[in-house]
């Protein structure tokens, strides 16, 4: 299917086989209207327990499994408005549609919002009490434990109340952030080496020029981005610094002994689990990662390696290109090793129209996974008959393998665990396709691609949002103390950063210390440092899974079954991983050496 030329097809002119079926959700569009105007109404089954949470344990175990049925139903129809306006996002009805649902589910939330209040009031023993008298509240125990485990921070009902009416000033900076960057930001076109003229944009410098293979293309296009970003770094600077605020302001009031302990709790990770990520990966991994950047410099020719060709390919002649049907006939080879179970729900994935693989005119960049419960996940690719694709997919059909598997086993409350292990399920996908397709060739140089590609996980996972985890301890830090958040000592921090990792192989110009303006999960709490979490998990488990087999296989599907039921730390143990030590950390670091000792031997 050829995909990127100028006349993009609407999406009414798409094949149908190359869209999602959204009848799985919805019949009708009438029928998901009805449905939106039934939940907006029958909030009101939930909303009759107010007040009587803690009259018995009959009474909880009702109003729990009432909200469970409910929030099945609100999720159905969230999920269709969102999974429309993500395929087409230029299409009016669909623009409107997901307008209606974001205000019912604001006004749905605000009437729920009474049940974790009155949870918060239920003494331990209460609790304790309740789940002896009614061995059905059993499967609400672990929510029930998270919510006594906020307990001491919770300030009184009314104060509560407050800060919850002041959601949306609290979401402001992210809100100003990102319509910032998506509408005010605007860049000097560039001339490439043929002497065109190019459009420049955020988006086209982080999806195209970033990763161009000509050096005077990609320089230009870093010079454009970093001048536009230097035109905005005192608002964006004081917007980070209003979000910082917020976060260090909310963790003195609930008395929490730091911002990060605050931050920490919602992931249930420990500050030693978070310190070992950033430590660890910092310290073992720059030799490596130094190693790479000479190579980089001799393979590209350069007299100087720049912050901004780190992301150029090494062999940019060199791009396997596939179908879409022998990549996931590929994909499923690569994930037998994972057993009959597994495999079969990939091939539902595949076969029934889980995935929206097309190119059409509003579509969403980027791809996601999104799974609603009691139905079955969804993914948003856009093919484009590269490899590189195939590598995207993977990824996405972790996500829905481990979200299908939790859905089928576990209630609604449930599913989701710790954004720390997130990433785990869908990085082993990638890991394992790239063993299969190492062990299918004997062509050195595709041996060398797909060496690459698995480092270009690793990039992302452990340096490129590592040092972002790394940059984010530092200004909590400084916050903490009490320093002014200004522009300079943020691009200080970034560039300190980065220097620190990357020593003398790179050189940093002024314009890298700003990059700390590219980034929206620092609106997002302590999230960027996770995504070296879920790799280092992975990383052990493909480890596992290649030398012991069907064993190995058995806990990691038990743990992806098990969702949100444990805390990381004792989900991720029960897969035979310990990340209370650093010794996974320091292994999977050591497989990215191992990586990079091969690309330098298929050089010599």
Request: proline share 4%; with cysteine; aromatic share 10%.
């Amino acid at each position: 299917m050829a995909t990127g030329t100028t006349n993009r097809l609407k999406r009414s002119e798409v094949p149908t086989e190359q869209t999602w079926d959204l009848t799985d959700l919805f019949a009708t569009h009438t029928d998901w209207e009805t449905e939106l105007k039934a939940v907006q109404q029958d909030v009101t089954n939930v909303t009759a327990y107010k007040g009587r949470l803690g009259a018995d344990a009959a009474t909880l175990l009702s109003c729990l499994q009432t909200l469970e049925a409910f929030q099945q139903r609100v999720v159905r129809v969230a999920t269709y408005a969102s999974l429309r306006v993500s395929a087409d996002g230029s299409d009016p009805d669909n623009q409107r549609d997901a307008a209606k649902v974001s205000a019912a589910m604001a006004a749905i939330g605000t009437k729920l919002s009474f049940i974790q209040s009155e949870l918060l009031t239920l003494s331990v023993e209460t609790i304790d009490k309740f789940l002896q008298d009614e061995p059905a509240l059993e499967t609400y125990e672990k929510m029930l434990q998270d919510t006594l485990e906020k307990k001491p921070y919770t300030l009184a009902p009314e104060i509560e109340e407050t800060l919850a009416a002041l959601s949306e000033v609290h979401d402001a900076p992210y809100m100003i952030y990102g319509r910032t960057k998506s509408s005010d930001m605007q860049f000097d076109s560039i001339t490439d080496k043929d002497g065109n003229e190019q459009p420049m944009s955020a988006a086209l410098y982080e999806d195209r020029y970033e990763l161009s293979a000509d050096t005077e293309t990609r320089r230009a296009a870093y010079k454009s981005f970093t001048n536009t970003l230097n035109q905005y770094k005192n608002t964006f600077a004081a917007t980070y610094a209003t979000e910082v605020t917020k976060q260090v302001t909310m963790s003195r009031l609930r008395s929490y002994d730091s911002v990060t302990d605050m931050l920490l709790q919602s992931q249930q990770v420990t500050k030693e689990m978070y310190h070992n990520q950033l430590d660890v990966i910092q310290e073992e991994l720059a030799p490596h990662m130094r190693r790479y950047a000479k190579l980089m410099k001799e393979q590209l020719g350069l007299d100087e390696l720049k912050y901004c060709d780190l992301k150029a390919p090494l062999d940019p002649e060199f791009t396997p290109v596939t179908t879409y049907e022998e990549a996931t006939s590929t994909i499923l080879e690569a994930l037998e090793v994972m057993g009959p179970e597994y495999t079969e729900i990939m091939k539902k994935g595949i076969n029934d129209r889980w995935v929206d693989l097309a190119d059409n005119v509003g579509k969403a960049t980027g791809a996601f996974c999104s799974s609603p419960y009691g139905v079955h996940p969804y993914i948003l690719v856009t093919w484009t008959d590269t490899m590189r694709g195939a590598f995207v997919l993977a990824h996405e059909l972790g996500h829905a393998g481990h979200f299908y598997l939790a859905g089928k086993n576990q209630s609604l409350l449930n599913t989701r665990p710790s954004t720390y292990f997130v990433e785990a399920p869908s990085t082993i996908n990638e890991l394992l396709l790239a063993n299969h397709l190492m062990n299918k060739t004997d062509d050195k140089r595709m041996k060398r691609w797909v060496i690459t590609q698995l480092l270009g996980t690793y990039y992302h996972n452990f340096v490129t949002h590592l040092l972002e985890g790394e940059f984010q301890r530092r200004v909590y830090d400084l916050a903490e103390k009490g320093t002014p958040l200004t522009a300079t000592v943020l691009t200080e921090q970034k560039r300190e950063t980065l220097e620190s990792f990357w020593g003398d192989t790179v050189s940093f110009d002024e314009g890298a210390g700003l990059t700390w303006m590219r980034q929206p999960h620092y609106y997002m709490g302590l999230y960027p440092y996770t995504y070296s979490a879920g790799l280092t998990v992975s990383t052990a488990m493909a480890e596992k899974i290649q030398t012991e087999g069907q064993p190995a296989v058995d806990k990691w599907l038990d743990v992806l079954r098990a969702g949100g039921t444990m805390k990381p730390l004792d989900l991720i143990k029960q897969a035979g991983v310990d990340m209370s030590k650093p010794d996974a950390i320091k292994k999977a670091v050591a497989f990215v050496g191992s990586l990079i000792d091969q690309l330098e031997e298929s050089y010599k």
